[in-house]
């Protein structure tokens, strides 16, 4: 079996499913189907099991993919070490940034390509933090109060929260606890983050009138009418139609911004200008990162708030 083989046979069993596979592959369903009954047909080994729910790997295909796995950590690595050496600040660079991030990145990417125009910057918009280690991206920003350890990387800012509501809501609506109004809330797919853990810690017995799955559509309920939603200040603030419920930001949760990449992928030259760069930018935004930078209506002068918890 040839290292394309592997590649094939390691990619279904992280898939489950052909489809899945031939995703991860960028080939057809059907290149997938051929090539793995190919596989099995040269070596005269049956290596999965096929189901109507997917594939399952008999014992020769997981030995097989543990294999395929080795040999993927030893030239990802030989990747990232020979991609290391170079000295020259020009071609590709791929980061990964959330979606409320990738629009403050976006306006500082024209500075970007005029320092340094032999740089091609590739942008994945995920929130979903990618495997670098897999070279899925070069470089990730991300809001987490710690990032992974096996990443090296720099804080860049902290990043503050507020609770928000449009001005028709809050001009409608006087109660004095959090539990007593409307909210927006996330759902299951964002549980893990620092604005559902507070969700989660601080409204059990409030109402919630939605549910979302990203935080642009969190804040734009919130623009909507639909209640009250807790927001990164560099989200909430810049909104004309949202305001703070109180005018400081929320001792928690906390947060920071991180420009992380891998250890052997940060001397090259590429990396280290698009760090470098990246960092001077992020920085001029910390006003707002920290939620000392607000928009005309936000905040005005309200009375002090309680969750009935000592939460605010």
Not at 124 to 149: C, G, K, Q, Y
Not at 227 to 236: D, E, K, M, Q, V
Request: aromatic fraction near 4%; charged fraction near 25%; include cysteine.
């Amino acid at each position: 079996m040839n290292w394309d083989d592997l590649r094939l046979v390691l990619a279904v069993v992280r898939e489950g499913t052909l489809s899945g596979a031939a995703r991860q592959l960028s080939v057809t369903h059907s290149t997938v189907f051929r090539r793995l009954g190919a596989i099995e047909e040269q070596i005269g080994v049956r290596l999965f099991e096929r189901f109507r729910d997917g594939y399952v790997p008999t014992p020769a295909g997981e030995s097989a993919a543990e294999t395929a796995a080795r040999l993927e950590d030893e030239v990802l690595t030989l990747e990232r070490r020979l991609s290391g050496q170079d000295l020259r600040p020009s071609g590709v660079v791929r980061i990964t940034t959330t979606d409320t991030l990738g629009t403050i990145l976006m306006r500082h990417l024209p500075a970007m390509r005029e320092l340094h125009p032999e740089i091609q910057v590739e942008v994945a918009i995920s929130n979903v933090m990618a495997n670098l280690s897999r070279r899925e991206a070069e470089i990730a920003i991300r809001p987490t109060p710690d990032p992974p350890e096996i990443l090296v990387g720099r804080r860049v800012a902290d990043i503050s929260h507020a609770i928000y509501g449009s001005n028709v809501y809050l001009s409608q609506r006087q109660e004095t606890e959090l539990s007593a109004h409307d909210w927006i809330a996330l759902d299951d797919a964002l549980a893990s983050t620092v604005i559902g853990r507070w969700i989660h810690e601080n409204l059990r017995t409030a109402r919630i009138a939605c549910r979302v799955d990203a935080l642009p559509a969190l804040r734009d309920a919130a623009l909507a009418g639909l209640g009250l939603a807790l927001l990164p200040c560099y989200l909430g603030d810049p909104a004309s139609g949202l305001r703070r419920l109180t005018p400081k930001t929320l001792a928690e949760p906390r947060s920071a911004l991180w420009l992380l990449t891998h250890d052997d992928l940060k001397r090259t030259a590429r990396i280290r200008a698009t760090l470098d760069f990246l960092a001077k930018a992020f920085a001029s935004e910390r006003a707002l990162l920290e939620g000392r930078q607000t928009n005309a209506s936000s905040p005005r002068p309200r009375r002090e708030i309680s969750s009935g918890r000592g939460a605010c």
